[in-house]
């Protein structure tokens, strides 16, 4: 694996104790290095902030009031450098719409740190990936 920073990540969740929770996961995370580079409680504030700041990863909850996960992953879908999008959510039944939208993984609540961990080692891989093809 390339040696890069920690991987900026972006929590998006309506519900606070899930948004302190995963925070506590990712930076937790020893392998590979993590931050949570900032949270949003809703699509939309995930949206403003995108605006003028860059992240490599999004944990997003599916269900939310407004625009929800899956209408904010439509949104950033075909995005040249969209970060990778990680679903974190109770809702199991949505895993296929998910995966349509080309999210990298999809967790469900409460998550557990292996699993996390998990998608934090593809999430970097993807962005070693990105560096070596835009290397060539």
């Given at each position: 694996m390339l040696t890069h920073p920690p991987l900026r990540v972006l929590i998006v969740d309506d519900e606070p104790l899930a948004r302190l929770r995963l925070r506590g996961l990712v930076e937790a995370n020893e392998e590979p290095r993590a931050e949570v580079a900032a949270e949003a409680g809703s699509g939309e504030q995930a949206l403003a902030?995108?605006?003028?700041?860059?992240?490599?990863?999004?944990?997003?909850?599916?269900?939310?009031?407004?625009?929800?996960g899956l209408g904010l992953a439509q949104a950033l879908r075909g995005r040249p450098f969209a970060p990778a999008?990680?679903?974190?959510?109770?809702?199991?039944?949505?895993?296929?719409?998910?995966?349509?939208?080309?999210?990298?993984?999809?967790?469900?609540?409460?998550v557990?740190?292996?699993?996390?961990?998990?998608?934090?080692?593809?999430?970097?891989?993807?962005?070693?990936?990105r560096a070596a093809a835009k290397a060539r």
């Open positions: 902030w995108l605006k003028d700041h860059a992240c490599d990863l999004i944990l997003l909850d599916v269900q939310m009031p407004g625009l929800d999008i990680v679903f974190v959510t109770a809702h199991a039944q949505h895993a296929l719409q998910a995966f349509e939208l080309e999210a990298l993984d999809y967790l469900t609540k409460p557990r740190r292996e699993r996390l961990q998990a998608s934090l080692a593809r999430a970097a891989q993807r962005l070693d990936e």
